[in-house]
C-alpha cells in the first residue's frame, strides 16, 4: 500500500507562487512513478507534471512548462510542486498520484494510489 497527503493550496493572485507538498509513505516500489494531476470544476483531469523516480525524468504539460518544477527530497518522502507565474486558468484541485509504472504516464488510470487533493485557487 501507500500513502499519500498533499498540503500547500491556497488562494494566491496572478502572477504568484506556491509550492505544493506530497508526503508518500508504503512500499517504494509501488511509487516509482509519482505525478500530479489537477481537475477544474466541469473539466476533465489532466497531467500537470511527472516524475519517474528510478530513471529522474521529469515531463511536464504543455500548459505548464517553463512555470511549474516536480521534485522530490528522499529523505523526507516528500515530492513538490513548485507552481511560479501563477495563472486564473491554474486553478483547480490538485491531486499527487503514484505507482509503479515501467515509464511514465499521462493516463490518470495509470495510478493506483492517489491523495485528497489540495485547492488552488489563482485570481486575476
Known amino acids: 500500500q501507500v500513502q499519500l497527503v498533499e498540503s500547500g493550496g491556497g488562494s494566491v493572485q496572478a502572477g504568484g507562487s506556491l509550492r505544493l507538498s506530497c508526503t508518500v509513505s508504503?512500499?517504494?516500489?509501488?511509487?516509482?512513478?509519482l505525478a500530479w494531476f489537477r481537475q477544474a470544476p466541469g473539466k476533465e483531469r489532466e497531467g500537470v507534471a511527472l516524475?519517474?523516480?528510478?530513471?529522474?525524468?521529469?515531463y511536464y504539460a504543455d500548459s505548464v512548462k517553463g512555470r511549474f518544477t516536480i521534485s522530490q527530497d528522499n529523505p523526507k518522502n516528500t515530492v513538490y510542486l513548485q507552481m511560479n507565474n501563477l495563472k486564473p486558468e491554474d486553478t483547480a484541485m490538485y491531486y499527487c498520484?503514484?505507482?509503479?509504472?515501467?515509464?511514465?504516464?499521462?493516463?490518470?488510470?495509470?495510478?493506483?494510489?492517489w491523495g485528497q487533493g489540495t485547492q488552488v485557487t489563482v485570481s486575476s
Open positions: 498520484a503514484a505507482a509503479r509504472l515501467r515509464a511514465a504516464s499521462w493516463r490518470d488510470q495509470a495510478y493506483k494510489y
Open positions: 516524475m519517474h523516480t528510478a530513471y529522474g525524468n521529469t
Open positions: 508504503g512500499h517504494t516500489y509501488m511509487r516509482e512513478c
